[in-house]
């Protein structure tokens, strides 16, 4: 077993006396050691008692708690907490040993214990050659005793895995209410999970003042919170983690934003951000990308926001009511923000040339205000929403998709052969280039050992990336 230390290591015991060497076997010498043992033996009848005395001791050494088997995924952190306590209360340091290959190359490894508000965690993030089962061996001292826990870990692949709960609703990645129109947000929050009999729906600290999620039934649960009091006051914008555990499999995340909108209130100072967008008709199956410029009187501290739909919303939009995106900054042209749409149209791809309506607003709440009421938010258009066409071509059509980009749809990937793929644990999936060996691939990808299912449960072998995911910008 190779042996892999991370600091602080436990201390070598001192050799035993007992390695010493011998003395010589001439008469003289032989005297001496029958002397040497009627003295020995009187010193230990002496010290009888005070070995009893040790033996109640032997308590003292520290122990592991709830230290068991792990499940891990390629590409995402394994976080063990190593959880010990000394009966003396005494400092305790680990290490761990484990025969996973090449766990440490060169004087680095790609797993060690770090320190976190006391508490000491394994961190380790598998890469594809790490698929399979290994042992970890934890040892624990206080400075005089040593114990040690072994579990097992098992690592699987993170490309196309389908046993992970998956998030249905909510959709996109916040909600907005309008505190002039509601006094509270309440949304379903929906996990997919076919191999599962249930799944636990959470909240990951820290968590929403006052906000609660109440189970409908075992795949389903409602959040609802009421900004009430001085929970309405602050900050504009809170996130939600929500955590979907199937107890099973790592749990899958969903980071949620909840934007408030107060009142207006002309006698507020500062002024409204500005937004400049302009509408263009859409082509193709590819994610809808929609720019604007945005700016404020002071520095934008949140993402500007998205809110869509397939039919109209009237001329007063309840954004509440619409699929929500956050904008992200285009670094090549500062001022401009970038939104991806999801293209809600790719099933229609092969059907009779097809225009879509998609209807949506741009809008931006800042923060003038520490306390919340006096943030200006505006909305583009003032009134009513954009629309644009989305067309799909009267024949299959692959995407743009480039490796490694996100998708949604097989279709939106790059040629036939290339594939959507579901990656780590987030719920996210990437556009893969469909392979048959690795001189199939770019640098850093490897074709993976065997099919895999698309997003569209289509099967075919893809290029990986040899760090285990693609990172998203």
Known sequence: ????????????????RWDRPAPSAGPSALGQRVRRL?????????TMPLLAGCASGLGDEPTFGDLGDQLAFVGSELSIKLD??????????????????ELCEQGTCRAGITKDKGDAYLRWVPRPRDIGEHQFKFFVTDGTHVVDRTIQ??????????????FIQPLGTGTTLDLGRRDCFEFDVIVDDPDSPGVDIL??????????????????????????????????????????????NPPTKKDFLLVLRYPAKPECEGTPPVITHTPSDWNGTDDIVLTAQVSDDSELKHPPIIAYSTTDPGDAPDLSKLTQISMGPNKERPGQWVGKIPNPFTALTGNPAAENALY???????????????????????T????????????????????????????????????????????????????????????????SGGPVPSIDNRMGRVCTPVAGLCMPE
């Open 1 to 16: 077993m190779d042996r892999h230390l991370s600091v602080p290591a436990v201390p070598p015991r001192p050799p035993a």
């Open 384 to 447: 009513g929403t954009y629309r644009i066409s989305v067309r799909i071509p009267n024949a299959p059509m692959n995407g743009a998709g480039d490796t490694c980009d996100e998708c949604h749809a097989d279709s939106q990937c790059g040629t036939e052969s290339d594939l959507c793929m579901r990656m780590g644990t987030q719920g996210q999936a990437f556009c893969l280039p469909g392979c048959q060996d690795d001189s199939d691939c770019p640098s850093d990808f490897e074709c």
């Open 38 to 46: 009627g003295a020995w033996a009187t010193a230990l009848a002496g």
């Open 153 to 166: 870990v098992e690592v699987r692949s993170s490309i196309g895995y389908n046993g992970l709960p998956r």
């Open 84 to 101: 010990a306590s000394d009966p003396n209360g005494d400092p305790l340091q680990f290490r761990f040993e484990s025969n996973v290959p």
């Open 203 to 248: 909240m990951d600290p820290p968590v929403v003042e006052g906000a609660l999620l109440k189970k409908q039934d075992p795949f389903a649960a409602t959040f609802h919170w009421c900004p009430r009091g001085g929970a309405a006051f602050g900050s504009s914008h809170r996130t939600v983690r929500l955590l979907a555990d199937d107890g099973v």
């Open 360 to 382: 949506y607003v741009i809008a931006y709440t800042d923060a003038d205000d520490a306390e919340g009421p006096c943030d200006h938010t505006t909305d583009a258009p003032s």
